[in-house]
């Protein structure tokens, strides 16, 4: 029977290696560090976490299937998960083509390793085919990498044109998919050879962990990310796959609440004199609103809000009394934050500039509180 998203993600039991012999309506939670060869006689086994743990082994069932793979890895945290594919696709004097609207922890992993690996990165406009082709006719790109909707700039990029692209020369092309999440989108679906994301925003969706995950297209990849997660030791603990579980059944209510919400808060503040513009990809004022709502089945409720000025933002976020200033999005509580001062404060000014973000660009993520409350709180700080 072919079941539909919701319902796999109210079974996870159904994806454990493991049954139990109880029944227990969540799989068990095998936090040790090794395993008794000598007691086990099953197809598949277990001598030490940091290669295999059953625990672990059901989200990676999870995440694969949802994102339509051949397996997966999950790992300590999202940037975690971002250090593998480079750990696994990379070598010295490879060639990146990334778009330079991309996460700032992304960001600073790509410069560490441009200068200690003499990897060379190429940022690019992934809205324009023609700048991407023109880069992958002239080099030789062997990684492919963005994010869509892009953070904090939430540009929509074609993942269709782009795995078309990357196909034609030669590359692997990897979708953060941190923001939209498989309840939206389905990278590989889409031509991506592997889909990443950060479950510590809304997988999780409660702010109580961080951690990440990879999935690749085909069974060679997946074999790859395993052996070197293993390497490098990139494994994720089986108490953080437990807490990361709790949030999966309700993704899907979570981010149509997100979207709802969020919605209405863009559409107040775009009304607002004392904004410039409003960067929401469900609002018909987006550039690539068309799109996101071909592509994305749910559009997540992060969005940018440009103030007039630098001082404006600054005090409007200090105003505030429900949301607090904090970075990370996808959480029940809603947050501010200044993308030039906490979340993106590795690029330059300049770098900010290029993607459309100013000092006085605010990054919102409504989370699940009740909306006519945060639209009041809102009100109160512009006072
Ligand atoms: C947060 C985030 C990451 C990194 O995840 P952590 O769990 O914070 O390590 C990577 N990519 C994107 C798009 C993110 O938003």
Redesign the pocket.
Known sequence: MKKHLETKLSHLQDFATIQDQYGASHFPIYNTGTFDLKKQDGEKIYDYTRSDNPTREALENLFTDVENGAGCVCTH??????SLLFETVLKANSEVLVEAD??G??FRLLKVFQGKYNIKVHFADFLSEAELEKILKNNKIDLVLC?SPT?PGLKIIDIGMVSVLAKKYNALFAL?N??ATFISQRPLDMGADFS??????YISGHGSV???AIVAKTKELADELHYYANAHGRSQNPMDVFLISLGIPTLKIRMKEHQKSSIMIAEFLEKQSFIKAVMHPALKSHPQHKLATYQMDYIPGVFCAEFINKDFAEKFIENTKIFGEKC??GSPDSRVEIPAKISHASFSKEELAAIGISDGTVRFSIGLENVEDLIEDIEQALK
Do not use: H, Q
């Open positions: 945290t999202g940037i975690g998960a971002v991309c996460y922890g992304t994010e953070n953060d941190s923001l990443l994301f950060s479950t510590t925003k961080v951690a990440g990370s999005f």
